[in-house]
């Protein structure tokens, strides 16, 4: 069993989120809130609240920066964004703010419930389409700390569909960069780190850094085999 809220101040929405995770996990318990206000009262009169789901624009709640001061005072709480937007400025400031998610309308019911259930269990969800948007060059090899070449022609699935970028910061975390050094070696934003580290992650199907390490030396000791 879990505890769920979910803030949007359109009822329709509201009530159609909630129909498609409750048929997506089903023994969720979920609450609506049609304003922050409502939700921080949920958020203490039903806790333990396992995820809270917020609308962006919701009356309340006008940038995920409002959350930083809320957010300690319920630890076992995760937070995720949901929202009509999708740009890249919106899903970084979302992760800067430290929350654990950023969920875009316009992904299908499926889709939004893997990123809940992703959120759930503990991983960082951003959707594939900042990656796409982000990426559109062709991807080349790059160099992996061992002097091998990461490339397509190693025929792994799971590394195939890591853009160039995404490919920088998997090397990077493999040899145990911090995001602040990834972001420093890279010349990208911290926040742009975060978000292709969580990408990373996502396609790889591990739920940490160390998992996704492992499982770049792993590959790469299967090639060289």
Known sequence: MCRIVVADDHGLYRRGLRSALTSAIPDAEIFEAPNFDTAVFLLEDKAPVDLAILDLHMPGLLTPE????????????????????????????????????FIAKSQSDEEIAHAVIDVLAGRIYVPALLSQASERHRMQPTEISDGRRLDRSMGLDSLDGLTQRQRDVLRLMAEGYSNKE????????????????????????????????????????RKSG
């Open 182 to 221: 990834i972001a420093r070696d890279l010349q990208i934003a911290e926040a742009t780190t975060k978000i292709h580290a969580a990408a990373v992650m996502r396609r790889l199907g591990v739920r940490n850094r160390t998992e996704a390490a492992v499982m770049l030396k792993t590959l790469l000791t």
């Open 66 to 101: 409002v959350l930083i001061d809320v957010m300690p005072i319920y630890p076992d709480t995760r937070f995720a964004i949901i929202s009509g937007s999708e740009s890249k400025a919106a899903i970084i400031a979302t992760l800067s703010a430290g929350l654990h998610g």
